[in-house]
């Protein structure tokens, strides 16, 4: 059988594993857990290196399914420690992933889509326009490919503890798929992350974070940007169909279903947009509206992000000072809040510019660099 047509192993969580293992071919549902171990936590690929599998078990998985995570086309570390990899995931179309390492903590970015259909102004992944879901084995097999090398890497501050679904796309427009990998990424048998250090960010798609609430208990994260329906629609057009009332009474509902949750609301700064005293002041009251209908104190946080530039963008980053001034707005006001520093801008790994290769369905790539000759037009003259 020829390898495109065998089962990528990657696709299927604990279940869906034992139900290959019963159904398929006839062993015990116990065979999926010694597999996933030799998967997930030595990384090994090759059925002939299964040591405690017997020999016919190794020949039936030869003939019948593969793990195939995605080829590395780009490894690319950055000066302060943060590591890119660019990953083939067809013949036409690649994208990003992005391991951030901290103090205690190492957190990978990982995406859901190639490119990004929803058209958020200030996000490099939406000049590419978008071409298709990813498969679970193409999701996990970004976190595969990260715990592999982390594996190989003699820090230990490097190790991967944390994985946020932020990087291209949006995660709830692959809703089955992305679940399914984050099954496997709080597996014991898979890579045995706690809830909490699994993230979910969503650019607010209100039926589903419901969705989401019933069936899954990672950490929401909500690309909020602007504290008012006007600017926000502007920036995130979503917001036309999912206003701001809407999209925080969902936040309210995941909370109230989660009763240790909290709910991060990422706000990216822009110079002269989104970031002046009345911006933070109308902002705080979004964010105590849900504290007080939880009945929760801190269950809104705000996270900071400083504006990063990518070329042909009208955008500019808010001044340091002017960050700053924000945030202590919002903290006097009782919310809590974080800025969150700027990695990987040197090799273009930070939070908004991640881009791949996209063969798009959408024209979208064709109408933003005509608006950007467009623009350089207008500033010459």
């Known amino acids: 059988m020829d390898d495109a047509a065998k089962v990528n192993l990657l696709d299927l969580d604990r279940d869906g594993l034992e139900r290959f293992f019963a159904d398929e071919l006839g062993e015990k549902r ?8 030799w998967i997930y936590h030595r990384h090994v690929c090759d059925f002939a290196e299964m040591s405690d599998l017997g020999k016919d078990l ?17 490894d690319k570390p950055s000066a302060d420690g943060t590591h890119k990899w660019l990953l083939g995931m067809d013949q036409a179309n690649a994208i990003e992933a992005v391991f951030i390492p901290d103090k205690g903590r190492g957190t990978l970015c990982v995406s859901s889509q190639v490119g990004c259909g929803l058209n958020c102004q200030f996000c490099s992944t939406a000049t590419q326009g978008f071409n ?6 193409e999701i996990i097999g970004q976190v595969w490919v990260a715990a592999k090398h982390l594996g190989n890497v003699p820090h230990k501050q490097r190790k991967l503890t944390n994985v946020v679904m932020m990087g291209m796309g949006e995660p709830l427009l692959n809703f089955d798929n992305v ?11 898979g890579f045995g992350l706690a809830n909490k ?10 039926p589903m974070i419901d969705r989401l609430s019933e069936v899954s208990d990672v950490s929401l994260a909500v690309s909020l940007h602007a504290p008012n329906d006007d600017l926000r629609t502007e920036l995130v057009p979503l917001n036309k169909k999912y206003p701001i009332d809407e999209l925080l009474d969902a936040c309210v ?32 009251k979004l964010m105590r509206r849900i504290d007080a209908k939880v009945q929760r104190a801190n269950t809104a946080k705000v996270n900071l ?5 990518f070329a042909g963008t009208r955008f500019e980053r808010s001044e340091e000072t002017r960050i700053r001034d924000f945030q202590k707005l919002l903290l006097d006001a009782g919310v809590l809040t974080m800025v969150r520093r700027t990695r990987g801008d040197d090799i273009d790994a ?20 005509r608006k950007t000759h467009i623009d350089s037009i207008t500033r010459i003259n």
Do not use: W
Not at 180 to 188: C, F
């Open 197 to 206: 250090r699994v993230t979910l960010s969503t650019a607010g798609l209100v």
């Open 58 to 74: 190794r020949a039936k998985l030869e003939a019948r399914a593969v793990v195939m995570p995605p080829p590395v086309i780009l």
């Open 350 to 369: 930070a939070c908004g510019q991640l881009k791949g290769q996209v063969m798009d369905k959408t024209r979208r790539q064709a109408e933003f660099k």
């Open 305 to 309: 992000i400083p504006f990063n530039p």
């Open 30 to 37: 116990f065979r999926a857990h010694q597999v996933m171990k």
């Open 179 to 189: 679940v399914r990998a984050m099954s496997i990424m709080r597996d014991d048998y």
């Open 132 to 137: 298709r879901n990813l498969s679970t084995a």
């Open 253 to 284: 509902r995941y909370a109230m279903r989660k009763p240790k949750t909290s709910i991060t609301f990422e706000y990216t700064m822009m110079q002269g947009v989104n970031d002046l005293p009345e911006h933070a002041r109308a902002l705080a």
